[in-house]
Nanobody
Framework: QVQLVESGGGLVQAGGSLRLSCAAS????????TAWFRQAPGKEREFVAA????????NYADSVKGRFTISRDNAKNTAYLQMNSLKAEDTAVYYC??????????????????WGQGTQVTVSS
């Protein structure tokens, strides 16, 4: 099993930046693809970004391309989501997720077996 803990959320003005972290413990983190999803009030949980086990493949939702960057440091068992040029519509609870495997990272929530508890990101306009 993998345990995931997110941090770095908070309140920021539109146009600002935040960096989320996802600290993993348990099994070998480097064997897992990692993704970020988000869920706004009254909406479905949606894909934000994903990164393969070695960082070689990165996928993004169209809504965040060019603004968000996903990365990972396997030596620190941590994944990151750098969020720039934040907009009010980015307001949501952000979740980190992990999926065992060495293939291309999925953008489907049901492919991920392990989830963190979420961290709130609020962007004021």
């Amino acid at each position: 099993q993998v345990q995931l803990v997110e941090s770095g959320g908070g309140l920021v003005q539109a146009g600002g930046s935040l960096r989320l972290s996802c600290a993993a413990s348990g099994r070998t983190f480097s064997s897992y693809a990692t993704a970020w999803f988000r869920q706004a009030p009254g909406k479905e949980r949606e894909f934000v970004a994903a990164i393969s086990w070695n960082g070689g493949v990165r996928n993004y939702a169209d809504s965040v391309k060019g603004r968000f960057t996903i990365s990972r440091d396997n030596a620190k068992n941590t994944a990151y989501l750098q969020m720039n040029s934040l907009k009010a519509e980015d307001t949501a609870v952000y979740y980190c997720a992990a999926d065992y495997g060495l293939g291309s990272p999925s953008d489907r929530r049901y492919d991920y077996d392990y989830w963190g508890q979420g961290t709130q990101v609020t962007v004021s306009s």
